[in-house]
């Protein structure tokens, strides 16, 4: 019953909007177009719920100003037009010349947009220097950590331009990585430590024009991303453990753990990254699909160099420091997003000048 009542409340609203529509354009026909605005009018007041009446409406109101030589609020009508509907398809067809002249003059994109992103990350830990506490030791191991992992996130476009936006991601994700180094013939020490880390990518997208007009590849778009990344260090444990072989006899000598080692006393906070990469998207209306690769690479260290033997007990008790390193990494993603809100302003148009006869003519 409930369904059947909300059916007909909308066939009713269209059925309203058929009337002020014919009842227009009736005036419009007889060319009594202050009447046709004035019902027009009256129907966008009444008529809230029928979009695609409201479109028409809207529609042979900018027709009926241009057929008053109105052209401000002709303008005017056409914004709100497009404001109503940014996703209007013009059918040239089916409307004067004047109209698509004017609709032309009109440029709509996305503004304000939300998404969430699925992604595969390659991480990389890359050796920049070597440190040693014992100058016997071997402290070249390297720094081992997943092949790639999954993550999720939020991120936001703020499109200022039709081939130009900004963009923001936030993302909270951890970091797991061994170090296995074996100091001496008989020495080893394994340690591992786990990162929770805060990352704020902040990069421009530069859309790349094409001028495909089929129906389906006119709705493609092609990017290069350019930009930085904010990594903040929230917390950084390790766990440590020493393995001590009598050469003589091969078997464990001492074996000796620490657990829970603070390591942020030995870590850089703050660090920063480039971020660029390339990908496609496709607009459906306001949602859009994209796929993209990514690649970040580190400005400076994840370890701090100066603070390398801030431990005291891992300097003293197992001759540990850290190398330096840097946090690189790549991605292959997907994305889903919902543009909220979108962009119509009137193009600008650019003067240029001829000389007519000795005099200037001016060309729009």
């Known amino acids: 019953m409930a369904q059947n009542g909300v059916a007909r409340a909308i066939s009713d609203f269209n059925s309203i909007s058929e009337q002020y529509l014919q009842s227009a354009q009736e005036l419009f026909n007889n060319g009594d177009y202050d009447s046709c ?5 009256n129907g966008l007041k009444v008529n809230m719920f029928d979009r ?20 401000k609020d002709a303008e005017k009508t056409m914004k709100q037009l497009l404001e109503y509907n940014p996703h209007y398809e013009l059918i040239e067809s089916q409307n004067t010349e004047d109209f698509n002249r004017l609709f032309k003059q009109f440029d709509v994109h996305a503004k304000l947009t939300f ?33 790639y992992f999954l993550m999720y996130y939020g991120w936001a476009e703020y499109q ?25 013939t008989n020495t080893t020490l394994n340690m591992n430590e786990q990162m929770h880390i805060y990352e704020i990518p902040v990069f421009a997208r530069f859309y790349m024009p094409h001028n495909m007009n089929i129906p389906f ?13 904010y990594l903040h260090l929230k917390d950084a444990t390790a766990n440590f453990n020493e393995y001590v072989i009598n050469p003589s ?6 074996n000796s753990y620490a657990n829970g080692v603070n390591m942020m006393n030995m870590r850089a906070a703050n660090t920063f990254e480039w971020v660029y990469g ?16 990514r690649a970040y690479a580190a400005m400076n260290t994840l370890t701090d160099a100066s603070k390398r033997t801030n431990n005291v007990d891992l300097y003293n008790y197992y001759s540990y420091v850290d190398n330096g390193i840097k946090l690189n990494k790549s991605e292959i993603g997907a994305s889903i997003s919902y543009t909220l809100k979108n962009s119509v302003k009137k193009k600008s148009i650019k003067k240029s000048h001829t000389i007519v006869q000795g005099a200037y003519k001016v060309n729009k």
Do not use: H, Q
């Open 115 to 147: 998404g969430i992103r699925n992604t595969l990350m390659f991480p990389a830990l890359k050796t920049t220097a070597i440190y040693s506490a014992v100058p016997d030791y071997n402290y070249t191991a390297p720094y081992n950590t997943a092949k």
């Open 217 to 229: 590849l006119k709705n493609i778009l092609p990017y290069a991303a350019f930009g930085i990344g």
């Open 37 to 41: 605005i004035a019902v027009l009018n």
């Open 249 to 254: 006899t091969g078997y464990l000598t001492s």
């Open 160 to 184: 200022f331009r039709d081939n130009i936006s900004i963009n923001m991601e936030g993302v909270y994700w951890s970091l797991s990585y061994s170090r296995n180094m074996a100091l001496t």
């Open 52 to 71: 695609k009446g409201n479109e028409d409406m809207l529609c042979l109101k900018t027709k009926t100003y241009l057929e008053k030589d109105d052209l």
């Open 278 to 293: 390339l990908g496609i998207g496709y607009k459906i209306k306001n949602l859009r699909l994209y796929l993209d690769w």
